[in-house]
């Protein structure tokens, strides 16, 4: 008996490896993905387990088969031993159909990523052994199913190692900044800074030699790379893009690149899921304003007229902008298509198709600020640059007009852009189409705001290809019975293509990375 149980602990351990390897490649790659924030890689797996129910399935049947194994011993016959020793590789489809390897985006093995890889791992092993010793065989279990969360312990426990090993970058960003001196421009909001950031360093170009931080770059690590890899000599204004998760992030990336100018696009919903109300997401948000010396804030939302009020308290002198026609610094009414820039009168634009107003009140706002001259900035409004996937428009080769609106979606814009689709369509004398897999990250308004999206589509005119699962039920009650329901996007922009004809519309309102279910 003690040779056949020797042998069932080493197939069990092997069983228990192949399993941890697989849960492992799925959890750091989550890991990575969600930036390393600690509690996010068990919120993808929630959200795994609740999109598909076969998950639980697949641990309900481990479990079971542990237990019964457990109960069996001494094993008087082999089936209760090998119970045992496939109830990790049971558990280890869970969860169910998700990737093992990135498809939308492959795994960086990073320092990072190996630290994080072995921390896990010794945590996994002192798990395993802790169980197997109490239970035996059957122990073997418990580290599979608890896998994600020691992702998110190892992810906490390396926190204050990660950010020491980042301090030497961050010094050399900071060093590099004084060589160079720039003014820094900082911009935040829940949604819109990117394409604020692009318009402002165009408009700025006018006057200054000006450079702004690429892409999404808008964390600790993302601007100190900005600046130690593309800031150049004779740089005199650096836009930078701040983004946050929590209270306090805005706060330390000012600490440590203190804007002259910082500017808030607007307080919305994107941050609900980590932040939890409105009102925390202002405070966040109304970090950058700390350590400039000018901010520029829209006066269309009463917490930002506010917080205007709270910096003049403090001495920091406020540029106010809309985009809604109110009194401002510089202000851009929709209505009459005019924009007030300073003391001029008021001017006539061309807004680009699908254009965010804010985004560009907020870059004229800052551009008045640095004393651009009003015929300067308001020439540069005629070639504003498209932000890649926002709202960018193409043709398919039998014509189909095809909008790219994929990257970081939220609710306002969401909405902005199936009118956009829908007046491009109205335009063409064809239909159209909105492929999406819905918004995530608004926590509890979550649900509501796709449910929304889907009733704006319908109300429009417009026809529903939902994607995946992790809004698919929302959106389908909101778009009704012509909404079509796909797994991935792939399936979806091929049936979508087929079926659309040259004088058609389709619209991609976000993706999601492949997670997400």
Known sequence: MTGWFDLIVVVTILSLLAALVLGQLRWLRVAQRVQYLPGEVTRIERLWLARRPLSLLWWALAITAALLGYLSVPWSVPIGAWLVVLAPLIASLSPWRMPLTGVTKPVAWTGRLIRVAV?????????AIASMWWLGPAGALAPVILNALVMDLSIWVLWPVERALQ?????????????V?????????????TTAKGYTAHILG??????????SFNNLMGLSRSINDTLAPGTEVFVAEMG?????????????????ISAITVVGEAHYERLGSHQAIFRAKAEITENASVVVLPVDQPELVQLADTCRSRGTIVVTVSAQGHEADVSIDPE?????????????????????GINMAVALGIAWALDVPAEAALKQLNSLPVAAHRSEVSYSERGVAIIDDTYNSNPPGALRAVEGAKALAEERGG???????????????QRKRNRELGEAIRTA??????????????????????????????????????????????LYENDLPDHYP
């Not at 001196?181 to 800074?193: E, H, L, R």
């Open 119 to 127: 921390v896990s791992s010794v945590l996994l092993a002192a798990i």
């Open 336 to 356: 009459s298509g005019t924009v007030r820039y300073g003391d001029s009168d008021p001017q006539d634009i061309t807004v680009p198709i699908l254009a965010h």
């Open 431 to 445: 239909k159209f189409f909105v492929v999406t897999p819905g918004m995530v990250e608004l926590g509890a308004l």
């Open 206 to 215: 006018a006057k200054y030699q000006t450079m702004a931080s690429p892409a």
């Open 181 to 193: 001196d720039p003014q820094i421009v900082a911009i935040t909001g829940s949604y819109g800074k």
């Open 461 to 506: 005119g417009g026809i529903c290809f939902a994607v995946g699962l992790t809004n698919r039920q929302a959106l389908v009650e909101g778009a009704g019975e012509q909404a079509q329901v796909f797994l991935t996007r792939d399936d979806a922009v091929g049936a979508v293509l087929q079926e659309a004809g040259e004088s058609d519309v389709i």
């Open 167 to 179: 301090k030497p970058y961050l010094k050399n960003a900071q060093d590099k900044l004084h060589r």
């Open 244 to 260: 946050m998760n929590q209270e306090g992030r805005i706060r330390e990336l000012s600490t440590w690149f203190p804007p002259y």
